[in-house]
C-alpha cells in the first residue's frame, strides 16, 4: 500500500505534529500503522476488554459511550473522519482495560497502531517515541481536565436539586 495517504493523514493527527515537518520520522511512523476496515454497528472498542491498539479514524463516524450503572449505553460524543480524531492513545500506554466503547456508524476505516510496535519504534528512536510520548500526556491531562470541571459542574448541579428539594441540612442544624 502506498504510504503517502497514511504520512499525510499522520500529519494532520495532533500526537504527532511535533513530527509533522519530519518526513523521516513520519515514514518510520506509517511503517507501523495498519489499515483496518469495519462495518456500521462493529464495536470498535469495548469498555472493559483488554486493548493494546490505538485507532485514528481515516474514513467514517463513530460514537464513543460509556455503560451507566443501569448498563444503559450513554453517548459521550460522535467522532468524524472531517475532525482528525483518534481514540485508544492508553492502550499505548499501559496494559489497562478499555474505559469507554466505540462503535462504528458507517462503515469505516482506521489506522491502526499497536502498543508493541509503538515500543520498538520508541526503543529504536528515542526521540520520536518521547515526543509523541509526551503528546499523548498532553492529550490525557486535558481530558483529565475537562473531567473534572464536568465533575464540579455535576456536584454543584446536584447539590441544588438537593437544596431545591428541602432534603439538604446545613450543618449545625438537628
Keep these: 500500500m502506498d504510504e ?3 504520512v499525510e493523514k499522520l500529519r494532520k493527527i495532533v500526537l504527532f505534529q511535533a513530527i509533522k515537518d519530519d518526513d523521516k520520522r ?16 462493529h464495536n470498535v472498542i ?10 485514528i479514524l481515516n474514513k467514517g463516524t463513530v460514537d464513543v459511550f460509556k455503560r451507566t450503572l443501569d448498563n444503559d449505553a ?12 483518534f481514540f485508544g492513545e492508553l492502550a499505548l500506554m499501559d496494559e489497562e482495560l478499555r474505559s469507554a466503547s466505540v462503535t462504528a456508524n458507517m462503515d ?14 520508541g526503543d529504536e528512536d528515542p526521540w520520536l517515541g518521547l515526543l509523541v510520548t509526551r503528546a499523548i500526556g498532553r492529550a490525557v491531562s486535558r481530558r483529565l481536565r475537562k473531567t473534572n470541571e464536568d ?8 447539590v441544588g436539586e438537593v437544596d431545591e428539594s428541602g432534603n439538604l441540612e446545613e450543618p449545625g442544624k438537628d
Design 4 to 6: 503517502r495517504p497514511i
Design 26 to 41: 513520519l515514514a518510520k511512523l506509517s511503517g507501523i500503522v495498519s489499515v483496518r476496515h469495519c462495518k456500521a454497528g
Design 46 to 55: 469495548t469498555e472493559g476488554d483488554a486493548g493494546s491498539e490505538f485507532f
Design 74 to 85: 450513554f453517548t459521550i460524543v460522535t467522532l468524524t473522519d472531517e475532525e482528525d480524531v
Design 108 to 121: 469505516c476505516e482506521f489506522l491502526v497502531i499497536n502498543r508493541d510496535d509503538f515500543n520498538r519504534l
Design 151 to 158: 465533575l464540579i459542574i455535576l456536584f454543584e448541579a446536584l
